[in-house]
């Protein structure tokens, strides 16, 4: 798509920005304001975390060391892989070029329908094995901190899962816009957001890997 | 970093990241790897967290910096982000604190130093009678 047939900068400046400069610093500032708050909602999850696992080490170690933890690899590998093509499609949407945008987009968001169905196969063994959180865990492990473990693990792991759905969801608009030619190489914001929001997802997992699988 | 707007100007000039980013993206897939196999190896003593919290560190710093383009970014955006990190060095360093240094029988029962706990006892919330058993009255 070349820029001539892309609407002309100056129709996506608001009327109450100076410049689409000014615009842009804006709407960035606002997104790592947003991403500020997930990080903190996360950051409560991982101080329970930090507390439990402080008050019963052995206990959440041994949970941890009954979980896949191939599973857990793999999916960091998909999530990363994710994160390398979403910036690649930035990449082809500053360039101009929308439908190469849109194709590593939906290519990021076929990766994350993947992490989601590894996880769905993790679930699928925690639910038919018993190991629930809190008082619903009828596993094999004794320790009183271990269904304490699994009440953390659903916590994060499913507040994770939510935001990998979100992001697909924001990538997939996104990219099907782009593909459209609703951006140009002077105008592409939106890719970019939606590209700094699928990064934190990737963020929070790079920290749960080794803090849930590792222990 | 002298005028902030150059780079926004840059990347409106089509300036490559395509070899930053396949670089970036080999470092996290040989930090992903390195953190398992030394997993393997269970370093004692709490050096084994340590370890995985630096390199997890190190992997999202280069998510944020280069994937996330922060490097190319204007100072306010930084500060942002790292207000937030002191925000979780505060959340977790003095909720961990409180626990660390408390009159041990005072945590839930079963960890360390604590009241042995009973059968019913998981390290959560105080005792509610479980859903689902028959409590005998």
Redesign the interface.
Same mark, same amino acid.
């Given at each position: 798509m070349s820029d001539a047939t892309a609407p002309p900068a100056a129709s996506y400046l608001a009327h109450h920005f100076e410049s689409l400069?000014k615009q842009?610093?804006a709407a960035? @500032?606002g997104m790592?304001?947003f991403?500020?708050?997930e990080?903190?909602l996360f950051?409560?999850l991982?101080?329970?975390y930090?507390?439990?696992r402080?008050?019963?080490a052995a206990d959440f170690a041994e949970a941890s060391r009954h979980l896949q933890?191939w599973i857990g690899?793999v999916n960091?590998?998909v999530l990363?892989?994710s994160?390398?093509t979403?910036? @690649?499609g930035l990449?082809r949407a500053?360039?101009g070029d929308g439908k190469g945008a849109r194709a590593f987009f939906l290519l990021s968001v076929a990766m994350g329908a993947l992490f989601l169905f590894f996880k769905y196969v993790e679930y699928a063994h925690h639910f038919h094995t018993g190991e629930l959180p809190?008082?619903?865990?009828t596993g094999d492990l004794g320790?009183?901190?271990?269904?304490?473990f699994f009440?953390l693990y659903f916590l994060i792991t499913g507040l994770h899962g939510i935001h990998v759905i979100v992001g697909m969801t924001v990538l997939s608009v996104i990219g099907l816009r782009a593909g459209k030619g609703a951006y140009s190489?002077?105008y592409h914001v939106p890719v970019?957001l939606a590209? @700094?929001y699928w990064?934190?997802v990737?963020?929070i997992w790079?920290?749960v890997?080794? @803090?849930i699988y590792?222990? | 970093m002298a005028d902030p707007?150059a780079v $926004?100007r840059n990347?409106?000039e089509?300036v490559?990241?395509?070899a930053r980013? #396949?670089v970036?993206?080999a470092a996290?897939?040989a930090f992903?790897i390195l953190?398992?196999a030394l997993?393997r190896l269970h370093i004692g003593g709490g050096w084994?967290?340590a370890v $995985?919290?630096v390199? $997890?560190a190190t992997?999202?710093t280069l998510?944020?910096l280069?994937?996330?383009?922060l490097w190319d970014?204007?100072g306010?955006?930084r500060i942002?982000?790292l207000?937030?990190?002191v925000?979780?060095a505060l959340?977790?360093g003095l909720?961990?604190s409180d626990? #660390?240094t408390r009159f041990k029988l005072a945590?839930?029962?079963?960890?360390?130093g604590a009241l042995p706990?009973g059968p019913?006892?998981?390290?959560?919330p105080p005792a509610?009678p479980?859903?689902?058993r028959t409590v005998e009255n």
């Open positions: 400069e842009t610093h960035r @500032l790592w304001l991403l500020a708050t990080v903190l950051t409560a991982f101080a329970a930090s507390v439990y402080y008050l019963f933890t690899l960091t590998i990363v892989t994160s390398f979403v910036a @690649l990449d500053t360039k809190g008082r619903y865990y320790g009183p901190g271990v269904p304490m009440v190489s002077a970019e590209g @700094l990064h934190l990737d963020i790079i920290f890997f080794p @803090l590792l222990i | 707007g $926004a990347e409106q089509h490559s990241h395509v980013y #396949a970036v993206w996290l897939l992903t953190t398992w997993s084994g967290l $995985a919290l390199i $997890a992997k999202g998510v944020v280069f994937f996330m383009h970014q204007r306010a955006n942002v982000i207000t937030s990190l925000f979780v959340l977790i909720t961990l626990n #660390a945590n839930p029962p079963g960890s360390e706990a019913t006892d998981y390290g959560g509610v479980p859903r689902g």
